[in-house]
């Protein structure tokens, strides 16, 4: 079914191609898009064919146009270029230098006369900044296709107002860095006690290792434990399925031997001596039953009541089925086995229908799993057909 799928999908699309394969106009994409190399095969009137690629360019803008957004481009850069700060003669906050304006038609490039202070994505080194402030040329270049406009902008560049946060981190730096030039001779480095009036205590920042192993340590133990309950809740799903298919058999072989004269104690050591006999022939155990039914029996040679160790037994397994059994065990044993027969049958007919009913299940569960993949393909095909049409519109 996946082949005749896969198959009609390259059908279909061979006949979109097709369709779509004479054509006269190529077309460009939109003004700021980008270059892209588009394959076309040329054909004569005899029949003879070449195979070219064309270098297709986006669509440009007339001169007036692009002109007309490098305008406006610098009169919102103009707006926004100074970030937090109030003026060009008091630079001390980063400026705000964006790469490309009027949703990427215009580029801006940008030139600093004091690199080390002024960089190009428009942060500034404070500790570099002399105490009178220092005067730095940015020069913002913007172009648009073939169209270029420089602006030129004297920014002075002074210190953090005195007493500011900023300022202080500026005095800091500053001490730092003089500390460290001063003591290169030395093995050791003295970190100033006081800066600008204030006791500075130094610290190495914590490592947050131990943070890291803690949440892989946690996320381990995490997947190990509910990878056991995984394996163990499958584990005993698989023993649960396994002890629903064995149960029409062990009732059936109860009901036909109390039903040839037994005892509900007699046939039950029969079906185990069955087992044992089996198990000898095959080298394994052949029903799980067997091994409860054998804890049953040995709870009885050992003094215990019938009627205890039958419910005992269907307590251990759990299941509603063997549940309903060991009840229906220990309620005839002092009533006979007269009726139980009756009832035994009832219970293997029922077990049988049950059995099916389960078997049907598994199937239509099984056919649901591949039903996902099979509209997931359909809906690849529906994407793959429509989303030309779309684009054309």
Same mark, same amino acid.
């Given at each position: ?54 270098? *297709?360019? &986006?669509?440009?803008? =007339? ?6 957004? !490098?305008?406006? @481009?610098?009169?919102?850069? /103009? %707006? ?77 560049? *002074?210190? &953090?107002?005195?007493? =500011? ?6 005095? !800091?730096?500053? @001490?730092?860095?003089?500390? /460290? %030039? ?212």
């Amino acid at each position: 079914m996946t082949a005749v799928v896969f198959v009609l999908l390259a059908v279909l699309m061979w006949l979109r191609q097709s369709a779509d394969s004479h054509t006269e106009i190529l077309t460009r994409e939109k003004p700021g898009g980008s270059v892209r190399q588009e394959q076309i095969i040329c054909q004569t009137g005899d029949g003879v064919t070449q195979e070219l690629e064309l270098e *297709i360019h &986006p669509q440009e803008y =007339s001169e007036q146009e692009t002109e007309e957004y !490098v305008r406006q @481009a610098v009169s919102l850069w /103009e %707006q926004e270029y100074l970030g937090e700060n109030d003026s060009e003669k008091a630079i001390y906050e980063a400026l705000k230098l964006p790469d490309t304006m009027m949703d990427g038609m215009v580029t801006v490039s940008y030139e600093s006369s004091e690199y080390d202070i002024l960089h190009e994505d428009g942060s500034v080194s404070l500790e570099s900044v002399p105490d009178e402030g220092i005067l730095v040329e940015l020069q913002a270049t913007f172009t648009c296709q073939k169209y270029i406009q420089t602006e030129i902008r004297s920014l002075q560049v *002074i210190l &953090p107002p005195k007493g =500011s946060r900023a300022w202080f981190q500026v005095q !800091v730096a500053r @001490a730092i860095e003089k500390a /460290e %030039q001063s003591s290169r001779k030395a093995p050791e480095i003295q970190l100033p006690e006081q800066i600008a009036g204030s006791t500075i205590s130094w610290m190495k920042p914590k490592s947050k290792e131990w943070m890291v192993v803690l949440l892989v340590g946690a996320c381990v133990v995490f997947v190990l434990e509910w990878r056991k309950k995984e394996r163990k809740r499958q584990t005993e799903k698989l023993r649960q399925r396994k002890l629903q298919r064995e149960y029409p058999q062990l009732v059936e072989q109860l009901a036909l031997l109390i039903g040839s004269g037994m005892t509900i104690r007699r046939a039950w050591e029969r079906i185990l001596w069955m087992e044992e006999r089996m198990q000898k022939v095959r080298g394994s155990q052949t029903h799980l039953f067997q091994a409860e039914m054998q804890i049953t029996y040995q709870e009885m040679q050992k003094g215990c009541g019938e009627k205890e160790a039958y419910e005992r037994f269907g307590q251990r397994i759990g299941m509603p089925e063997y549940r309903r059994l060991s009840s229906l065990l220990a309620r005839n044993l002092e009533k006979g086995t007269r009726n139980l027969c009756d009832l035994l049958s009832a219970e293997s007919q029922e077990a049988w229908e049950n059995r099916k009913f389960q078997a049907k299940k598994l199937g239509e569960e099984a056919g649901m799993k591949l039903l996902f993949p099979m509209l997931l393909l359909f809906v690849l095909i529906l994407i793959i057909l429509l989303y030309p049409a779309i684009n054309k519109f």
